[in-house]
């Protein structure tokens, strides 16, 4: 493959554990207080357009971790999800995970009015869909007791779900498809779309679907993990499976690599189309997903790419690609959130919402899902709030709400090369308090300045020498619980992230 990926061997068994049973964490039983929910199947809900209530939003959850409490879950457990607008529910579509359990397997499903309260709905399948299983099995291994990654798109009236299967043994894989008539199923497996084997073969490992319709109604599947990056397959609209039988695609996009060593692991991608900018957005997960886990985007005129990152490199170049827009971060007061990258990307009215898991700092196999709003530059670059979406009303904010005392972080990153065994760090970014004075000055310092044209917010330090393009909204302080704040986002002239939540309201 022209290059050594360390352990790679290891990936899928590490995976496997991570996911099946979430760490080594003692099992906490329930609060005698909890009741188990009648789990007959129905189609009623317990979501609503009135307030929001945060106090069912803290960032632990072992008392109802178990799958005898799946229906409690909500927005818990929940990893790699994939969303999908119906129109009136936001459904979600999961990992089996449990914190501190193993669990069914089947894929999550959950909806949502709000992209806030989420309720769940049940799995997908009732057991391991049985085509997927038997591909594993006669190449010579029992297929893990989990499903991961899945992916769905609503193809006329046909609800197409893509899951990833695999087994103890590196890179043997299956991407299969499933359809049903309503986003909660029932969906009936209908065969595989891409594998992969564990060969001599140049390949990357067939896990992590997502799928784009381009406007000339071409269908096209972007899959991946480790081995050899990201990939591009042409399917059969008529089907759902490879245009080509027994295709494999083609590489777009690829990690660096130190000391022959590759950067950590890129994975997840997901991909969108926006009309505005006529672009196609790939966006992708770098690293281990339990700690360094942050997400990367390129975009192309083409769904067939190439895709460049903001700075015009090849993401198919082997060197890891620019912005960064999300990766562990850590606000004063919180034990900061780690894990927060293989996103799905979903689309209402003209907005844009990011959702992804989050894992907080305090203890890592919590998994918990965040969505959060994507605003974009003028020129057509995703931004990614600093902050989970709470339902907020966006109105402009005015200039003389912006003085006071800000929480800033400003988006660093170390590369160290490998895996699960390496990147034990989340590589934290951490808030640093800056003053946003009356005068225009920052920090009382003449040198510094800020000026507000709604809704972006210029920071000139060092007499211009640096300055950050901000996008300011309204939102949430999630770590202090308090409703209202202000926020910014955006990159500054080398295009690292910048963040911003206001932590004076007077």
């Known amino acids: 493959m022209g290059k050594s990926y360390k352990y790679i061997g290891l990936i899928v068994i590490l995976l496997a554990v991570e996911l099946s049973s979430c760490g080594d964490k003692e099992r906490t039983d329930p609060d005698p207080g909890i009741q188990k929910p009648d789990t007959t199947e129905k189609d009623t809900t317990t979501l609503g357009y009135g307030p929001i209530d945060f106090t069912r939003f803290k960032d632990s959850y072992a008392e109802i971790s178990s799958p005898d409490y799946a229906y409690q879950w909500r927005h818990y457990n929940v990893h790699d999800p994939a969303i999908i607008d119906d129109g009136t529910y936001f459904y979600s579509y999961s990992t089996d995970v449990a914190y501190g359990h193993e669990v069914r397997s089947g894929l999550q499903i959950r ?3 709000n992209m806030v309260e989420w309720e769940f709905v049940g799995w997908v399948f009732n057991t391991l869909p049985p085509e997927g299983a038997a591909f594993i099995r006669q190449n010579g291994a029992e297929p893990f007791n989990s499903l991961w990654a899945p992916y769905t798109i609503k193809v006329g009236e046909e609800y197409r779900l893509y899951y990833s299967l695999t087994g103890p043994i590196g890179r043997l894989s299956v991407i299969g498809l499933a359809t049903a008539t309503k986003p909660q199923g029932p969906f ?5 779309a891409v594998s992969s084997k564990a060969d001599n073969s140049r390949q990357t490992n067939a896990i992590d679907p997502t799928v784009v319709i381009d406007e000339s109604g071409r269908h096209w599947m972007y899959y991946g993990s480790a081995w050899d990056g990201i990939y591009l397959l042409e399917l059969d609209p008529a089907s759902g499976l490879a245009l080509v039988p027994n295709d494999k695609g083609r590489r777009v996009a690829q990690r660096g690599f130190t ?24 966006f992708i997960a770098y690293d281990w997903l339990e700690t ?3 997400v990367r985007v390129g975009r192309s005129d083409s769904p067939e790419g190439p895709f460049y990152d903001i700075h015009g490199v090849d993401m198919n170049e082997e060197r890891d690609d620019a912005p960064m827009l ?8 919180h034990s900061g959130w780690q894990g927060v990258s293989h996103v799905g990307v979903v689309e209402r009215d003209g907005n844009y919402y990011l959702g992804h898991q989050g894992r907080p700092g305090s203890d890592k196999y919590f998994m918990i899902l965040h969505t959060r709003q994507i605003h974009w530059t003028a020129d057509g670059w995703p931004l990614v709030s600093p902050q989970r979406y709470a339902g907020e009303e966006e109105t402009e904010v005015t200039v003389d709400e912006l003085a006071g005392t800000w929480e800033q972080i400003v988006f660093g990153y170390t590369v160290v090369p490998g895996y699960a065994e390496e990147q034990v760090n989340p590589d934290f970014q951490h808030s640093v308090s800056i003053a946003l004075d009356v005068t225009g000055t920052i920090n009382g310092d003449d040198a510094n ?13 060092a007499g211009g020498t640096y300055v950050d393009q901000l996008y300011v909204e309204r ?7 308090v409703a209202a704040t202000i926020l910014f986002t955006g990159l500054n002239q080398d295009y690292t992230t910048i963040w911003g939540k206001k932590i004076d309201r007077q």
């Open 449 to 461: 300045t800020w000026q507000y044209e709604a809704p972006w917010l210029t920071l000139s330090w």
């Open 292 to 294: 360094k886990y942050n």
């Open 188 to 192: 009936i497996e209908k065969g595989i």
């Open 475 to 481: 939102g949430r302080d999630w770590e202090n619980e």
């Open 259 to 282: 000391g022959g060593w590759v950067n950590g692991n890129i994975e997840g991608p997901e991909v969108i189309y926006h009309p505005e900018f006529d672009k196609y957005y790939l």
């Open 111 to 113: 909806r949502s009015l």
């Open 326 to 333: 999300l990766a562990p971060y850590r606000f004063q007061g």
